[in-house]
């Protein structure tokens, strides 16, 4: 059985950071694909950062030089170090995990990120 718990989630003032973690167990971290994404009420949920089977990481205009996504192999943790955090990066955060043989994908329950002005 998949499962992905993250955590890290909170509040923070704008231009501070946070980090998120998701801790995978039932796939592997290393050799799948792995990734944020992140929903705001009323609005669809949208890419934030990914990384490849293969290692090739992919970001958002939107967090690009400000968000960095990385993984643990030993630990099969995904994180996602987020700087200069902006109001607009306020967000319920999902770790989601797609298997690379079958593309099934399976995401976490969210962890919220709100960012105050």
């Known amino acids: 059985q998949v499962q992905l718990v993250e955590s890290g989630g909170g509040l923070v003032q704008a231009g501070g950071s946070l980090r998120l973690s998701c801790a995978a167990s039932?796939?592997?971290?290393?050799?799948?694909?792995v990734g944020w994404y992140r929903q705001t009420p009323g609005k669809q949920r949208e890419l934030v950062a990914w990384i490849s089977s293969g290692g090739k990481t992919n970001y958002a205009d939107s967090v690009k030089g400000r968000f960095t996504i990385s993984r643990d192999n030993a630990k099969n943790t995904l994180d996602l170090q987020m700087d200069r955090l902006k109001p607009e990066d306020t967000a319920v955060y999902y770790c989601?995990?797609?298997?690379?043989?079958?593309?099934?994908?399976?995401w976490g329950q969210g962890t919220q990120v709100t960012v105050s002005s």
């Open positions: 989601t995990a797609q298997n690379a043989l079958n593309s099934r994908t399976y």
């Open positions: 039932g796939i592997w971290v290393s050799i799948n694909e």
